[in-house]
């Protein structure tokens, strides 16, 4: 979806909703959004959010991944004016109901533990758990895709162990993790957990017209 970020949704621009939990946060020293499109800054301006640079088109495509575009703008920012923070927290503007709370409790939860990753988590329930799902052949035989169980041991929902999808609502790095370490690692990592509402993250068409039936219905206010 082109401009998908500043696509409206129940009326406002995709981005603003995570740029007013941002800046809602007790704990957030500053809000950066990184972006090589001048529309997108220009809307993240209107909402009070910092666009210090523009990002370089080279870091701006569909593969690319989260990591390099991090490390440019903390180089760029300690260039400009000597800002190295402690944490850095990816907010990504496709998961709109982050709160606030949220983004606090994944800070405080990096102080508290010496954490290198934090990750907001959400509970995976019913037909969504990993012990209930299935690999298919090219010929579309089934195979458990957990190898070791039995599905029969695990006939009803409540008998099934509790597991935890990641969500890309609220992730916070130590900057060791981000200039030498790795993004995507799972070395001292811990986990916040928050319900299904807030973990809406949107990608497709149907995840917009999911998406605002919550905000309407809930009369969410941006």
């Known amino acids: 979806m082109p401009k998908k970020n500043i ?49 370089p088109a080279s870091l701006a495509q569909d593969d690319t991944p989260d990591q390099p575009v991090f490390k440019h703008a903390l180089q760029k920012l300690n260039e400009m004016d000597g800002f190295i923070p402690e944490i850095v927290l990816n907010l990504r503007p496709t998961t709109p109901l982050k709160t606030p709370e949220i983004i606090d409790r994944v800070i405080q939860k990096m102080v508290e533990t010496q954490a290198d990753i934090v990750r907001t988590m959400t509970l995976v329930e019913g037909v969504h758990h990993p012990y209930w799902m299935y690999s298919l052949s090219p010929e579309y035989k089934a195979a458990t895709f957990v190898d070791g169980i039995d599905v029969k041991d695990y006939y009803q929902s409540q008998l099934l162990p509790k597991v935890y999808r990641i969500n890309g609502v609220v992730d916070g790095f ?49």
């Open 7 to 55: 696509r409206l949704l129940a009326g406002k621009p995709l981005i603003s909703y995570t740029i007013k939990a941002a800046l809602g946060s007790k704990l957030i020293n500053r809000l950066i959004v990184s972006t090589d499109d001048e529309e997108i800054a220009r809307v993240a301006e209107k909402y009070n959010a910092e666009i210090p640079f523009l990002r």
């Open 174 to 222: 130590s900057l060791k993790t981000i200039t030498s370490g790795y993004m995507l690692g799972n070395e001292n990592m811990f986990g916040v957990v928050i319900s299904n509402k807030e973990s809406i993250d949107i990608d497709t068409e149907f995840d917009f017209l999911h998406a605002e039936l919550i905000i309407n219905k809930l009369k969410i206010v941006n």
